[in-house]
Nanobody
Framework: QVQLVESGGGLVQPGGSLRLSCAASGSIFSIYFMGWYRQAPGKQRELVASIRSGGTTYYQESVKGRFSISRDNPKNTVYLQMNSLKPEDTAVYYC?????????WGQGTQVTVSS
């Protein structure tokens, strides 16, 4: 059974930084998509950043220049470096990985940006 375990969330002041990690365990191979989504209270879950197996990245316009996604293929791990955080970045962040026809979600990690 595949599990995605996230870590790195927390409380940070505006302008601060956090690094999220998401590691997959279990029988998962050839992960072609790794992404980070977020969901703020009362809002729909949205894609923040993604990275494909060939290295192609995508960033939501609101995080361009502040967030950076990377992956460690041997470790089946994806990272999200978040800099210059703003209060509007506050949300539960979820990682997602896709392998073949299967998609997997992490349990979510809370990121709160507040003074």
């Amino acid at each position: 059974q595949v599990q995605l375990v996230e870590s790195g969330g927390g409380l940070v002041q505006p302008g601060g930084s956090l690094r999220l990690s998401c590691a997959a365990s279990g029988s998962i191979f050839s992960i072609y998509f790794m992404g980070w989504y977020r969901q703020a209270p009362g809002k729909q879950r949205e894609l923040v950043a993604s990275i494909r197996s060939g290295g192609t990245t995508y960033y939501q316009e609101s995080v361009k220049g502040r967030f950076s996604i990377s992956r460690d293929n041997p470790k089946n791990t994806v990272y999200l470096q978040m800099n210059s955080l703003k209060p509007e970045d506050t949300a539960v962040y979820y990682c997602r990985m896709m392998s073949g026809s299967q998609g997997y979600w992490g349990q979510g990690t809370q990121v709160t940006v507040s003074s």
